[in-house]
């Protein structure tokens, strides 16, 4: 039952230098998302004033990005200096893109830089390059021309997009996933996590579990005030189902009873008057007293159809084919392997965590010998296959394919009939931010441009929102700023970029599906997809 | 928390000039000023989505801030000569064009602007506007309001820079590490932008009294410690209490990152809900019971906690425990490792080590960003009256970038029982057979709470004080006995104090059953 420690010997010397440096974000992507940062390579199409896209790259040249390149055709010029941090009174006159890259580059030494003036057949040239780049993304307002190069180039080498427009207090951005983007290591919640198996326990549990409560009555206080809430929960469903004709507490009524069977069964002679564990196991019953479920995200991920052929090869897919039918055999999910803190002793402890580890390192092997028929030549990497496993029940799809997306019309019937209930809710219900999407997306080739115009050219994609007040409003705070941006918004929406694009980058958290507006004025988002 | 142990280490040093602020007292109006909005009060409209004031608003511009013209720009203007004239109309020209996208935000108002904010004399009284920051978020903070166009502002910070902090701190270097951050964020950011003028506090926000606080219109701060965030809350409710005219009402405004993670608030000090009011919105960690540490362990942050408390004190392997030295944490990792053997317990690592024992919370440079640019976009709006902000109305942005983007912004409503705003006591559950100890120490984890080190008394009666030492050892038997045995009865109010906190925190008892 004991389990040999898996651990290296003890390193006796500290951390390098760049691990602690980078030990605040380590923590939340670790060694492999770090890895993933450091070899990628970004390309900034900048124009406009330019600023959200600088304050992006500052957000990716501080954790250590691997490259990234800056094309601009701009030169700076004196109201430069007053939005964008990354200049400064000697760069008056020259390249802005030169600029910023060296004084980004100063940020962090292990990070490549290289800029370019760029003009339409410059950037095609520079989109040439044989090594290609890991995500673009471009400020807006652009000349459609060079608008239509890089979504030539995103579609041909299935490169991400990032758009970004940033007027006044308003902003939005969009990402372009060149297909369907799946994402196992999502990070949830560490609360949401456990797994517990109460209401399908595997004979090893069960037998753990009756071996220790068998003679509980005649336990000493100290034996019975350290018996695991898990071992507790399972000997009071085994007591519960035999009074119930072999069925589980399923209802909400019976798992109140059942908590109170749990309850009563808590000494209260003890000199403590009452029992910690127990007090776990009751609080433990409505969150971990389940029948395992199938969640919908991975339903999705079970009856995806593939379009592209090629994509069904990717490990991702094999891996989650092999799942699929270890799910219908077994009708449940691989064990996830964890077990969260509870009072108990030491060994009690550590046998019972290996008891869920063990049934998930068989479950796991189950699922990787399937993968492996199924793969043919395809590698399958079995530690990838035991996260996919662990990580089953919130693997994600961001991006899907495959179904109809409603058109921009249906969206926008939907967000002002939301608007119409959240004006009678008040202001828990917030307003819809599409109004500065379409709004901002009227002026995305001409930085300035009255309200009047805007409005027209917003009723001409979406004639929906003729005489909206809302539109009106918005339409005249965004000529106000006649196409100026505004340090604090972009450097707002630099950081969320930042935020998204080490998401995809490292295939950790779940990216935004696929656009997300900031309004500045009332400080909060509104994520849609569009 | 790391930022609690960073103040302790550096709490004996004292500046080596006191802060002498050079202003004089603001003007005493006749009246106390009533803890409601005084009519007067100047805050900008903007904050209160109500109809637009009248230009009685400009009242802020108080006698003291008219004094406090720079002294420079006068002087030259009386030695101009020709040539230096035509340089400063380039100057002045090049000033104008630098600003232009955010003048042009200041002076066109758009529909929901207060008319207010684009006459002159308040366009004007901006350049005044003196600012205070702080904390963590200090560098994001500085470009930020640089970036504003605030030209006074003060920085705090005691802390000195650590590798650690290159990956987000990024007006820091290298070579910077182990000198002061307010230091060197001022001089890079005074550099990089011209005409800011940043003075830098290598303090703790706790070396400054009330008086220097005064002097400020708004503080904004990116506190890493909850402890700091309430100090600073409390002395901004005192002045804003204490204060004759609206100018003692110094919004303030607090933003904090965890991870992908974070918040932005605004405070209306006195008016609107208050930190403390917020305080049960950051319930600490619940902590692992001495017990489980010092005989069960089960996880291998118990036998990091055993090899931090229990083994170093026993074998004192050096002088005193410092965190950031590696040859300590290496100790201690290699205990926790041992220990961690002889229980079977998986996963002990050197990282672990060092976020268990210096409660690391992990920062990244995107989520700071996002949160340090809100929090100066309100102070903008609030400076300029360019936009709406929040305070009155909504006065809480949260942010979580961890699965997709999520913002709830929402209306944090004032509690009547604040210990620091509120007015009246707070109830305080107990049960009448718990002794004073067990009382006292769970004011520690009370969400509500918090306090560490309290002491407490009742009406004619002193229970328990820290100091000083001679009343710390006549109050100390009080400690083993039970509430009931003190003579307190249900209903009574007891006051609580704590060194951290320039306050009283009343409450009342709440018994959970009669004794019998």
Known sequence: MTEILAQTPPILHGPSDKERKYDRQLRLWAA????????????????????????????????????????????????????????????????????????LLELNPEVNGSWN???????????????????????????PEMLQVIETYGRQHGTPLVAIHSVGFYSYFRIALPGTFPIVDTHPDETATTDLRLLSPW?????????????????????????????????????????????????????????????????????????????????????????????????????????????????????????????????????????????????????????YKEKARQDANDVFSRAQKISGDVDIDQAEVEQFCTNARFIKLINTTGEEPPSMGQIIERELGNDEIAAIAGPEMPMSLIPIYLALGASSS???????????????????????????????????????ELHNISAVIGGMVAQEIIKIITKQYIPIDNTCIFDGIESRCQVLRL | MAAEKDQRALADWKPETPPSPDLTEPHRAAAKAAPTLPNSYSLPSSCTNASPKPPASLTRLSPFLVFHFNPESIAICFTMSVETQRAADIAADSETIRWKYLDQIRRNPGPMTDPMAVEEEFLAQFEKFKIFGAGGLGCEILKNLAMSKFKDIH?????????????????????????????????????????????????????????????????????????????????????????????????????????????????????????????????????????????????????????????????????????????????????ALKRAEEFNIPGITYSLTQGTIKNIIPAIASTNAIIAAACCNEAFKIATNSAPCLGFENNYMMYSGNDSI????????????????????????ADPNMTLQDLLDSLAIRPEAQLKKPSIRAEGKTLYMQVPQSLEEQTRPNLSKSLKDLGLENGQEVVVTDPAFPLEFNFYFRFKRESS
């Open chain 1, 446 to 484: 001409t930085s300035a441009a009255s309200a009047d115009d805007i409005i027209a050219a917003v009723l001409e994609k979406a004639p929906a929102l003729r005489n909206n007040e809302r539109l009106t409003q918005v339409a005249q705070e965004l000529s106000r700023a006649a196409g100026g």
């Open chain 1, 117 to 143: 003036s760029t003009d339409t057949a410059s950037l095609q040239r520079l989109l040439d390059v044989p090594e290609g780049f890991t995500m673009i993304m471009y400020n807006l307002p652009l000349q």
């Open chain 2, 155 to 335: 920085v705090i910070d005691m802390d000195t820079i650590d590798i650690s902090n290159l990956n987000r701190q990024f007006l820091f270097r290298k070579s910077d590490v182990g000198k002061f951050k307010a230091e060197v964020a001022a001089k890079f950011v005074e550099q990089r932008v011209k005409g800011v003028k940043i003075t830098a506090h290598n303090n703790r926000i706790q070396d400054f009294d009330e008086e220097f606080y005064k002097q400020f219109q708004l503080v904004i701060c990116g506190l890493d410690s909850i402890e700091a965030r309430r100090w600073i809350n409390a002395m901004l409710v005192s002045i804003a209490e204490e204060a004759e005219d609206p100018d003692g009402i110094k919004p303030l405004i607090d933003g904090g990152t965890e991870g992908f993670k974070g918040q932005a608030r605004v405070i209306l000090p006195s008016i609107t809900s208050c930190i403390e009011c917020q305080l049960d919105m950051h319930a600490p960690r619940a902590a692992v019971p001495l017990c489980t540490i010092a005989s069960i362990p089960r996880q291998p942050e118990h036998c990091v906690e055993w090899a931090h408390v229990i083994a170093w004190e026993e074998e004192k392997p050096f002088p005193k425990l410092d965190k950031d030295d590696p040859e300590h944490v290496t100790w201690i990792y290699q205990k």
């Open chain 1, 203 to 355: 004979p090893e549990l069960s037998e753990f579990s009756s071996e220790m409560t068998k003679d509980i009555e005649y336990l000493d206080h100290h034996e019975h005030g350290h018996i695991p809430m898990v071992v507790i929960l399972l000997h009071y469903l085994n007591i519960w189902k035999e009074e119930h004709n072999g069925a589980y507490p399923t209802a909400y009524s019976e798992k109140t009873a059942f908590r109170e069977l749990v309850s009563k069964a808590m000494r209260r002679d003890n000199p403590e008057g009452g029992e910690e564990n127990f007090e776990e196991a009751v609080a433990a019953v409505m969150k971990h007293v389940v029948a395992p479920s199938l969640p919908s995200s991975l339903k999705q991920v079970f009856e995806y159809e593939h379009k592209d052929e090629q994509q069904s090869k990717s490990s991702f897919w094999i891996i989650a084919e092999a799942l699929k039918e270890f799910y219908a055999e077994h009708q449940r999910l691989p064990v996830a392997g964890g077990l969260l803190d509870m009072k108990a002793q030491s060994n009690v402890y550590i046998q019972l965590q290996n008891i």
């Open chain 2, 406 to 429: 999520y913002t709830y912004t929402f209306k944090h409503e004032k509690k009547d029982d604040c210990p620091v705003c509120g007015r009246e006591a707070r109830p305080l559950e």
């Open chain 1, 32 to 103: 492999s998302g770090q890895a993933a940062l450091e070899s990628a390579n970004i390309l900034l199409i900048n124009s406009g004033p330019g600023t959200a896209g600088i304050e992006t790259l500052k957000n990716l040249v501080l954790p250590g990005i691997g490259k990234f390149t800056i094309a601009d055709n701009a030169a700076v010029q004196e109201v430069d200096l007053g939005v964008n941090f990354f200049l400064d009174e000697s760069s008056l006159g020259k390249s802005r893109a030169q600029c910023c890259t060296e004084l």
